[in-house]
């Protein structure tokens, strides 16, 4: 009886390491210091308008609005994703995202995951060229 019940500890232990494991050097666990970027937003463009990053990099993106009320949203999932269900880029508070305060700068704290180009556009309607206001994240491998 003492022999099953070591041989089953061990067996739910080896089972239950790996998976800590993983779960503690994922990107969205690990505390490493983010790489902190700066975006500057005026009518119609962003400054720059292609991020690069690599891939497990932990962000801090930072968009300043020069003239007026400016933010950015960007796209979870990168381009041609078939897969919706798990999203490349995990932001710390989901909810912030295209949230644009009037007169405060953005912060978006995120972990790159998965390799791939990110769209990103205005998150507030700024006049008739907004729509051209856009730029691409570039998470690489």
């Given amino acids: 009886m003492r022999k099953a019940i070591v041989a089953v500890t061990v067996s739910v232990g080896l089972a239950v390491v790996p998976l800590c494991v993983a779960i503690a050097q994922s990107p969205a666990n690990q505390n490493q210091a983010p790489k902190i970027i700066e975006v500057s937003a005026k009518k119609y463009e962003f400054t720059p308008n292609e991020i690069r990053v690599q891939q497990g990099t932990r962000v801090e993106l930072k968009v300043h609005s020069e003239d007026e009320t400016h933010g950015i949203k960007l796209s979870v999932y990168a381009e041609g994703t078939k897969d919706k269900g798990k999203p490349g880029l995990l932001f710390d508070?989901?909810?912030?995202?295209?949230?644009?305060?009037?007169?405060?700068?953005?912060?978006?704290?995120?972990?790159?995951?998965?390799?791939?180009?990110?769209?990103?556009?205005?998150?507030?309607?700024?006049?008739?060229?907004?729509?051209?206001?856009?730029?691409?994240?570039?998470?690489?491998p």
């Fill in 93 to 140: 508070q989901p909810g912030e995202n295209g949230k644009v305060t009037k007169g405060v700068d953005q912060v978006f704290d995120f972990a790159a995951q998965e390799s791939g180009t990110y769209d990103f556009k205005c998150a507030k309607v700024c006049g008739l060229g907004h729509d051209r206001m856009k730029g691409k994240l570039v998470v690489e």
